[in-house]
């Protein structure tokens, strides 16, 4: 069995969770998510407790187990108490802001960057330069991070730019001048 595929998801009381076919929803005070297991996977509720099992031991089968496990494991926490990611920006003039269903950047660059915000994803901007991403689907917040991150990845002379709150940035010496 797959080490991870085979560790039983406990549910609590304020989720539900809902099998039809090959198509596993679960519900929750803050949302729903749903997913399609794969034919090879089958998913079983008893007494508050989602298990997987697999139909054959091969190598595919097996990666498969243990990621619909790890998906749905997701899933029945971002439902209770949802994920989060919390980027800074560093630089003079660079600021962030929610405009309706927009987050507007400006990031040292001749016009403002306008990235509509995804359904099921809430920004918060705190201070101008701390932008708080979080939604009940970890795939998503994650992805939405990387994006807003992307559109200017800290620099290493400076410092300059969007990076993660845990991340570390490794600066390099500037240019040098000879006597």
């Known amino acids: 069995m797959s080490r991870i595929g085979k560790m039983p998801i406990n549910i609590g009381k304020e989720v539900q969770v809902s099998i039809q ?3 596993v929803t679960v519900k929750g005070p803050k949302t729903s998510l749903s997913y399609v297991l794969n034919p090879a996977v089958n998913a079983k509720v008893d007494q508050g407790v989602l298990t997987l099992t697999r139909k054959s031991d091969e190598k595919k089968v097996k990666a498969l187990h243990g ?3 790890a998906l749905l494991s997701n899933a029945v926490t971002g439902v209770t108490r949802g994920f989060s990611k919390t980027l800074e920006i560093n630089g003079v003039g660079y600021k962030a802001n929610v405009n309706g269903k927009n987050l507007e950047l400006n990031l040292g660059f001749t016009h403002t960057i306008t990235y509509p915000i ?3 994803i809430e ?3 705190d201070k101008n330069t701390k932008v708080i991403v979080s939604g009940a689907d970890k795939n998503l917040v994650g992805l939405v991070a990387a994006k ?3 559109f200017k990845e800290p620099e290493p ?3 300059k730019g969007v990076k993660y709150d845990t ?4 600066r390099k010496a500037g240019k040098s001048v000879s006597k």
């Open 157 to 159: 002379y400076q410092g």
């Open 167 to 170: 991340e570390t940035i490794r």
């Open 118 to 120: 995804p359904q099921g």
């Open 21 to 23: 076919g090959g198509s």
């Open 67 to 69: 990621l619909y496990r």
């Open 148 to 150: 807003i991150r992307g």
């Open 123 to 125: 920004i918060k901007v």
